[in-house]
């Protein structure tokens, strides 16, 4: 599978059919709960007002992040529960997801910072896109992060 085989969409809460919404919260358990061994509150409460970035392969998601606008987790727009299917690891769709959801918030709220709350183990990776570690630290169910900032050319 290559990113060119992956067919993008992007969705308010309201425009999710029920399998979309399924499909988006199953994939998040398999990885965020099961995977990782985690159990917290995944829904809480911003999918409503989230706009939704989805990638399909052979008609299953396999790529998803969570786009959010100024205001609702940060001051800043914000991109959140980064996933990509366990199946197609390693084949730089993670990279291809992440470059899509920065775009998209440039798209839909203006150039302008976002920030994220990111596992630590992944700071690199969020490093190869811009984002800047803005040194605020944390624990949160039982796994390490820190806030990561990534700022618009020329800002």
Partial sequence: MTTSDIAWSLSAFDQLTGHDLYALLQLRAQVFVVEQACAFQDL?????????LQGHADRRLVAYARCLGPGVKYTEASIGRVVTHPDVRASGLGHHLIQRAITTVGDLWGAQAIRIGAQARLRAFYERHGFVDAGKAYVEDGIDHLEMVWQPQGH
């Fill in 44 to 52: 809480d409460g911003a999918d409503t007002v989230a706009c939704h």
